[in-house]
């Protein structure tokens, strides 16, 4: 049973990019524990959706050359290459009611409601706010991969941009670049007004 308010009908499930190079063991940026986010996620998924809450999942939606990509001056390795099965959803995940891509072109998109290009840093929304004040969200519960990224900025933009945003801790996984990260993340959330459940 998820918390409560998963699927009132003024809230929102958020997935963060629960994609295969992420999620299955074969993908380029695998996240430790990311086959067990998928399915947990898979859950609370259709758990809303029988209760008509709305559910959004985002998706990182990279072309293959990206500053955002080591190989190009950046810090990640190629992942989720828009067209290839690495960009796809965890094959568990139901189908969302919509999908809200982020990362393309020449920027860093690891919040599902930014982006920020990498060469002018210039910062400018997805379609994910507009969509949730179009269905007249104002509570929002995070969950996906990976919790000290993507999680993390997606929690705190929510919170940042007014909405109720709660965190479901046992439905992420941190990849953890430097040990102790996915800790300190939920931290972070904590202290800036997300409901850690």
């Not at 990509?69 to 989720?80: N, Q, V």
């Not at 507009?130 to 991969?145: C, F, N, P, Q, W």
Request: with cysteine; charged share 20%.
């Amino acid at each position: 049973m998820g918390p409560p308010d998963l699927a009132a009908s003024r809230s929102a499930l958020i997935v963060v990019d629960v994609q295969n190079d992420f999620s299955d063991p074969a993908g380029s940026l695998f996240v430790p524990g990311g086959e067990e986010v998928a399915a947990r996620v898979s859950s609370l998924m259709a758990e809303a959706e029988r209760s008509g809450g709305l559910v959004v999942c985002s998706k990182d939606w990279h072309p293959p050359r990206t500053p955002h990509f080591r190989e190009f001056g950046g810090k990640w390795p190629r992942h989720c290459v828009r067209g290839t099965w690495g960009a796809e959803l965890h094959p568990l995940l139901p189908r969302p009611a919509a999908i809200v891509l982020k990362g393309e072109d020449e920027a860093d998109g690891y919040s599902a409601f930014s982006i920020r290009d990498l060469r002018t840093d210039a910062v400018t929304a997805t379609t994910l706010r507009r969509l949730l004040a179009h269905s007249g969200v104002e509570i929002v519960t995070v969950v996906g991969l990976a919790l000290d990224v993507c999680v993390l900025a997606t929690a705190l933009d929510a919170v940042s941009l007014g909405f109720r945003t709660r965190l479901i801790e046992s439905a992420c996984a941190p990849v953890e670049l430097q040990p102790g990260a996915g800790r300190r993340a939920v931290e972070e959330m904590r202290q800036a007004g997300v409901a850690i459940v």
